[in-house]
């Protein structure tokens, strides 16, 4: 089945509000944290469009261009949080072209790898698939998220480092 059409772009100031109604984080205002990351040039976050398939954003995923600050994992650019929303979409493409464009991104800043952490379960066999290759580093990804009463709660959950040669697949 071919992939569909998946447009990205980064974030601009005004996609905030509407970002927020798509897929709210609440107090932990995720993707305002994100734009700030963007705006301060560590990082890009990437806005996903399918206008075959969705009006409005249909998936969201930042590139850290400092990578993952666990001292355990190797330097090199990090996708964070890349997601599909609302759920319906999930299972329809989105995510490998996603992947795909980013890829190019980080490829056209001239680096060679791209890496990203996940859980053992999850999606592990897309990236898997995708030419992702598990690099033999456990560690924690350790954040903090803010609920309804603005109590923050600390979470730490174990990730495996997975990198992708970017070279080589061309
Ligand atoms: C993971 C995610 C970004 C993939 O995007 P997508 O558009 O659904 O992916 P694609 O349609 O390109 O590929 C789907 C395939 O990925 C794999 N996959 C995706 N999510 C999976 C999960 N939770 N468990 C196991 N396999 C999964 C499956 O092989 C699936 O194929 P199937 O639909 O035939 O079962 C999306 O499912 C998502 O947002 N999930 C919730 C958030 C999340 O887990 N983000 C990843 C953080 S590392």
């Avoid at 996903?48 to 600050?69: C, K």
């Avoid at 490829?107 to 992702?132: F, I, K, N």
């Amino acid at each position: 089945m071919p992939l569909p059409v998946v447009r990205l772009s980064p974030c601009r100031a005004d996609d905030l509000e509407p970002l927020e109604a798509w897929a709210p984080t609440g107090n932990s205002r995720t993707h305002a944290a994100r734009f700030a990351r963007q705006q301060a040039g560590t990082s890009t976050y990437f806005l996903a469009v399918a206008p075959d398939l969705a009006d409005g954003f249909v998936g969201s995923a930042e590139i850290r261009w400092d990578g993952n600050a666990n001292p355990e994992v190797p330097r090199c650019p990090e996708v964070n949080g890349l997601q599909v929303w609302p759920e319906e979409l999930q299972s329809h493409g989105i995510g490998t072209a996603m992947l795909a464009l980013l890829e190019q991104e980080a490829h056209a800043r001239d680096h060679a790898e791209l890496g990203l952490g996940v859980d053992s379960a999850g999606p592990l066999p897309l990236y898997l698939r995708l030419g992702y290759v598990d690099a033999g580093v456990r560690y924690l990804d350790r954040y903090t998220w803010i609920d309804e009463d603005h109590r923050q709660h600390h979470v730490a959950e174990p990730r495996r480092w997975l990198i992708k040669h970017l070279e080589a697949r061309r």
